[in-house]
């Protein structure tokens, strides 16, 4: 059974910056992070495949950098420049079978982390 923990969510101004992290137990796999707000679909953030190709979406790219650490099977999000529209639960996923853009298309997925940039 795959495990997902992530960490490192919380509350800064805009502007800030976070790094979440996301440990995953068992194989590794082409990883990625969504975000859903209360109301809306979960919205593809990011992507980064075993040999470090990393994939964005148009709304956080140059502002966010993911990457990973094979030895300790850990993928991170580096949030930069953060501003109130990035206000969201962060989730970590694996397992991709499809479109690596597609919730739908993972397997496994944490329990998710808060992030809240103030104005």
């Known amino acids: 059974q795959v495990q997902l923990v992530e960490s490192g969510g919380g509350l800064v101004q805009a502007g800030a910056s976070l790094r979440l992290s996301c440990v995953a137990s068992?194989?590794?796999?082409?990883m990625g992070w969504f975000r859903q707000v209360p109301g809306k679909e979960r919205e593809f953030v990011a992507a980064?495949?075993?040999?470090?190709?990393?994939y964005y979406a148009d709304s956080v790219k140059g502002r966010f950098t993911i990457d990973r650490d094979n030895a300790k099977n850990t993928v991170y999000l580096q949030m930069n420049s953060l501003k109130p529209e990035d206000t969201a639960v962060y989730y970590c996923?694996?397992?991709?079978?499809?479109?690596?853009?597609?919730?739908?298309?993972?397997?496994?997925w944490g329990q998710g982390t808060q992030v809240t940039v103030s104005s």
């Open positions: 996923s694996a397992g991709l079978t499809g479109d690596r853009r597609s919730s739908r298309s993972y397997n496994y």
């Open positions: 068992g194989r590794r796999f082409t």
């Open positions: 980064i495949t075993l040999s470090g190709g990393a």
